[in-house]
């Protein structure tokens, strides 16, 4: 199985990377939300705006690239004849998706390193790392929680046959929900709701916290209790759903365009 998972995992970054849509979303996508987001921040008045703009880019980026590559991967699969193969494959479908979730996943995290080059290039303001082992934590524990939510994700579309609707749908109500470019503390008591039962919003959080500094360590590790806590119930989730499908369309057989 992990033969199977490493093998598909690089020949997905091979054709993800071939795809114009996907390069954008990997280089383009990061450039222009990072002048974007600079020229929100830059007269706001808040000290650390950088840590905004490029923690917010590249993590804008790295769902874009998950959205139109780890969800559409199905919808491709689809449209090719194989994903009925692939489903009915000795190999498992979980571990062939799996190992291209993960393909795309580490290759989406360019998304950051683009921001923050472009931010030193374009206005000469370096982001400093104040606690890079906490960074490395957070930014561990935030793509395992990525993997898991686009093994979800992709569980769900499976059945279904509108999935490119669904990618556009999700793309900025999680950047919006999740506090990807603002603190989840402007948004209304009724929306944080939401925003604390997703997984990313504990990401984002730990990471600005790396940046700035840990100076509460106990406030990191239960914020990072929380994350972990999160993507265990969306794994169990992601699992149930699965079996699910699996006997649905194995009555049905239901996989093929028509």
Same mark, same amino acid.
């Given at each position: 199985?992990?033969?199977?998972?490493?093998?598909?995992?690089?020949?997905?970054?091979?054709?993800?990377?071939?795809?114009?849509?996907?390069?954008?979303?990997?280089?383009?996508?990061?450039?222009?939300?990072?002048?974007?987001?600079?020229?929100?921040?830059?007269?706001?008045?808040?000290?650390?705006?950088?840590?905004?703009?490029?923690?917010?880019?590249?993590?804008?980026?790295?769902?874009?690239?998950?959205?139109?590559?780890?969800?559409?991967?199905?919808?491709?699969?689809?449209?090719?004849?194989?994903?009925?193969?692939?489903?009915?494959?000795?190999?498992?479908?979980?571990?062939?998706?799996?190992?291209?979730? &993960?393909?795309?996943? =580490?290759? @989406?995290?360019?998304?950051?390193? /683009?921001? $923050?080059?472009? *931010?030193? +290039?374009? #206005?000469? &303001?370096?982001?400093? =790392?104040? @606690?890079?082992?906490?960074?490395? /934590?957070? $930014?561990?524990? *935030?793509? +395992?929680? #990525?993997?898991?939510?686009?093994?979800?994700?992709?569980?769900?579309?499976?059945?279904?046959?509108?999935?490119?609707?669904?990618?556009?749908?999700?793309?900025?109500?999680?950047?919006?929900?999740?506090?990807?470019?603002?603190?989840?503390?402007?948004?209304?008591?009724?929306?944080?709701?939401?925003?604390?039962?997703?997984?990313?919003?504990?990401?984002?959080?730990?990471?600005?916290?790396?940046?700035?500094?840990?100076?509460?360590?106990?406030?990191?590790?239960?914020?990072?209790?929380?994350?972990?806590?999160?993507?265990?119930?969306?794994?169990?989730?992601?699992?149930?759903?699965?079996?699910?499908?699996?006997?649905?369309?194995?009555?049905?057989?239901?996989?093929?365009?028509?």
């Amino acid at each position: 199985m992990i033969r199977v998972i490493i093998s598909t995992m690089f020949v997905q970054m091979k054709q993800s990377f071939a795809r114009p849509m996907f390069r954008f979303c990997l280089i383009a996508n990061p450039i222009l939300n990072t002048i974007l987001l600079y020229e929100m921040y830059r007269d706001s008045g808040e000290t650390n705006y950088m840590a905004y703009v490029v923690l917010g880019a590249g993590l804008m980026g790295l769902w874009g690239c998950i959205c139109f590559s780890s969800a559409g991967d199905i919808n491709r699969e689809r449209f090719s004849g194989t994903l009925a193969l692939i489903f009915a494959a000795p190999a498992t479908f979980p571990a062939i998706i799996l190992g291209k979730i &993960i393909g795309n996943t =580490l290759m @989406s995290l360019l998304t950051m390193v /683009i921001s $923050l080059i472009t *931010a030193r +290039i374009l #206005f000469r &303001i370096p982001l400093q =790392l104040v @606690s890079p082992v906490y960074f490395l /934590i957070a $930014l561990f524990a *935030a793509i +395992i929680s #990525f993997i898991v939510i686009s093994s979800m994700v992709a569980c769900i579309l499976t059945l279904s046959r509108k999935t490119e609707l669904y990618m556009n749908c999700i793309e900025i109500p999680i950047i919006l929900f999740c506090g990807f470019v603002f603190p989840v503390s402007v948004l209304p008591s009724g929306v944080r709701i939401i925003s604390y039962a997703l997984s990313p919003t504990y990401a984002v959080e730990l990471m600005r916290m790396a940046v700035w500094g840990v100076t509460d360590t106990a406030l990191f590790f239960e914020k990072l209790g929380a994350l972990m806590g999160l993507t265990f119930i969306y794994a169990i989730f992601s699992a149930l759903l699965y079996k699910k499908i699996d006997r649905r369309v194995r009555i049905s057989a239901t996989l093929e365009v028509a």
